[in-house]
């Protein structure tokens, strides 16, 4: 048994708004929270009609104001996009509006197309350089400042919010053992190189002042539904929303299809199967096989999911199965 976590992107479904949509997570925070998950997190995505989480702090704050005690965070902030001093002042903000319960994961990706990139960023290969150095100045600004120190995060001096690394990559594994950090793997859209990823950081992790030993947080799309069939159903969602991405077609989050003959060609069925190679999605019993292996061969600490459903009610239907699997550790605090 592990701790379970959500990945929210604030699906902005087809046939609503994105008021509806950050409602939506609102909801989701809150039955979360009430199952016993540990954590809720948001990812920052640029330039996408179909998520509303591109002002991550904000969208953090606002599920933060819905709940008491579960885990919020990033998942993640793309730091290259911010100065460190911002997401300093943003998370000290956070961390002093709801005190122990803030996360910060950080990613180097742009999380959107080259174009509105080089319009947040405006220097990419500056931005992507710096990240190892612009993560050491964030945990500087964020802890006890040193006497010679002539700039101040505030909020965010000694709010020490605890960092933690993602990536999809092995410099993101090297990068996390190095600076002795939690590793969140993107295994849910990003598989090929997991098994590689953890096993570099676990050799190669440097004890750090915040962390004595490796941990590990690996990532799966989950749908969960009292039948396989519906669950699949429920799932077209997705696959639908990877093919767009794949042809750059941008639009609100799908409504699930009878079937996704005739959506996508051959090649392109292969290669979201592939993307999406572990995805739990079906019946409870179906979810608590294939998870039980993927959490056997990974040796996880922790497991995050990403539950995309259209329909919000099916959405946290989901959330209540999945947290009634014996792989799931309910955080009793928050569960009581």
Not at 121 to 143: C, K, S, T, W, Y
Not at 260 to 272: A, K, L, T, Y
Not at 294 to 301: I, K, Q, R, V
């Amino acid at each position: 048994m592990i701790p379970f976590s959500i990945l929210d992107l604030s699906p902005v479904p087809e046939g609503a708004t994105v008021r509806d949509a950050l409602q939506q997570s609102s909801r989701l925070a809150q039955k979360a929270e009430a199952l016993g998950y540990n954590r809720l997190w948001l990812a920052e995505h640029h330039g996408m009609p179909g998520i509303a989480s591109a002002a991550t702090s904000i969208v953090i704050g606002h599920v933060g104001a819905a709940t008491s005690r579960i885990r919020i965070g990033s998942g993640g902030v793309m730091l290259p996009n911010h100065s460190p001093l911002v997401i300093a002042e943003q998370f000290g903000t956070l961390e002093a509006l709801f005190p122990g319960r803030v996360d910060l994961g950080l990613g180097r990706a742009p999380g959107t197309d080259m174009r509105t990139a080089r319009a947040l960023r405006r220097n990419l290969d500056a931005g992507a350089e710096n990240f190892p150095h612009d993560i050491v100045e964030l945990q500087r600004l964020l802890g006890k400042p040193s006497e010679e120190q002539a700039i101040l995060a505030v909020p965010g001096t000694e709010a020490n919010v605890p960092v933690w690394l993602l990536g999809s990559s092995l410099y993101s594994a090297h990068l996390a053992a190095a600076l002795g950090l939690p590793y969140a793997f993107a295994s849910h859209f990003a598989p090929d190189m997991l098994f590689d990823a953890i096993a570099i950081y676990r050799e190669r992790f440097q004890p750090s002042p915040t962390l004595a030993k490796p941990y590990v947080m690996v990532g799966v799309m989950g749908v969960a539904a009292e039948t396989d069939a519906e669950a699949a159903h429920l799932f077209t969602s997705a696959q639908q929303q990877f093919v767009n991405l794949r042809r750059n077609v941008r639009g609100r989050f799908p409504r699930p299809l009878a079937s996704m003959d005739g959506f996508w060609s051959d090649m392109e069925r292969i290669n979201v199967e592939h993307t999406l190679r572990f995805a739990a999605v079906g019946s409870p019993k179906t979810i608590e096989e294939k998870l039980g292996a993927f959490l056997s061969e990974t040796g996880a600490d922790e497991l995050i999911i990403s539950m995309p459903v259209h329909d919000i009610e099916k959405r946290l239907a989901s959330a209540e199965l999945f947290a009634g699997l014996s792989l799931m550790q309910p955080v009793l605090a928050q569960a009581a």
